[in-house]
């Protein structure tokens, strides 16, 4: 499911897609999720370029194709934030939110 964007799931199972684009690039291999304030999310996307099954391409190739991005739920913009990350796959958020984390698998 990493190919659909960042999904909301409800308790019921019922699937929304809440955003699977930034900039005019399709997330590819979206993961990791953090919430921050004002319920805003901090999520990576691995690869623009290489999908789940191509995922072994993203490290042969070596080249920056990952993103850190949020998506505001009251505004419904997905804005990114740092672009040109080696495989983005983890984000987490202080305490205090005053920093972020973001894993690049590659480096």
Same mark, same amino acid.
């Given at each position: ?10 308790? @019921?199972? =019922?699937?929304?897609? /809440? ?7 399709? &997330?590819?291999?979206? *993961? ?20 789940? @099954?191509? =995922?072994?391409?993203? /490290? ?7 993103? &850190?991005?949020?998506? *505001? ?35």
């Amino acid at each position: 499911m990493t190919y659909y964007g960042l999904l909301n799931i409800s308790k @019921d199972g =019922a699937i929304q897609v /809440l955003t699977d684009e930034a900039e005019g690039l399709k &997330f590819k291999l979206t *993961d990791a999720v953090d919430i921050g304030a004002n319920d805003k999310l901090y999520f990576t996307d691995a690869s623009y370029k290489y999908g789940v @099954d191509q =995922a072994f391409l993203e /490290l042969m190739v070596g080249r920056p194709h990952g993103r &850190f991005l949020s998506y *505001d739920p009251s505004t419904k913009k997905t804005s990114v934030l740092l672009k040109d990350l080696y495989s983005a796959n983890g984000v987490t958020l202080s305490a205090d939110h005053t920093f972020v984390i973001v894993c690049e698998t590659v480096m």
